[in-house]
């Protein structure tokens, strides 16, 4: 989860075929559809456009409603668990003169990209750590069978 003013990139990591988001920014009716990330096996990411202050959010995974237990999450007050956040309210002297929207999609994109690379290197280090452990069976078995 990365929030930039009013724009925050949402992810999911799972093993799965399709993933939404929905929370309090949609009244928890409509659902936002997330797209997978190029390159990264299970992972799902959406960029949503919020107001500041506090929104909680859930995922839904292939018709399941389930929430990310490594981001911030609480229970609501019907005993749900959500994962929250807090936007923050971009005070004029701070922001840069004249950030537009175009600006803005720059700027999520450029997130977006530095997400997909993060991710990608997560992967292949798992990859090359798998890789790693089956050399090692390998040569075990057959330290194994030569004795």
């Known amino acids: 989860l990365q929030c930039r003013g009013c724009c925050c990139a949402i992810c999911c990591c799972c093993c799965c075929c399709q993933v939404h988001l929905c929370g309090s920014f ?7 559809p997330m797209a997978s990330v190029d390159g990264t096996p299970g992972v799902f990411a959406v960029v949503v456009h919020l107001p500041p202050g506090y929104h909680q959010y859930k995922f839904i995974v292939d018709g399941k409603w389930m929430h990310d237990e490594t ?8 005993g749900n668990v959500n994962n929250w956040l807090f936007v923050r ?6 922001a ?15 997130l977006q990209e530095q997400q997909q690379q ?6 292949l ?16 078995a057959a330290q194994q069978q030569q004795q």
């Open 71 to 78: 981001a911030p999450y609480m229970p609501d007050p019907l």
């Open 118 to 123: 993060a991710a990608a290197a997560a992967a």
């Open 89 to 94: 309210k971009i005070d004029p002297p701070a």
């Open 96 to 110: 840069a003169p004249g950030l537009g929207f175009d600006q803005q999609a720059a700027i999520m994109q450029q």
């Open 125 to 140: 280090a798992q990859q090359q750590q798998q890789q790693q452990q089956a050399a090692q069976a390998a040569a075990q």
């Open 26 to 32: 949609t009244r928890w009716v409509e659902t936002i």
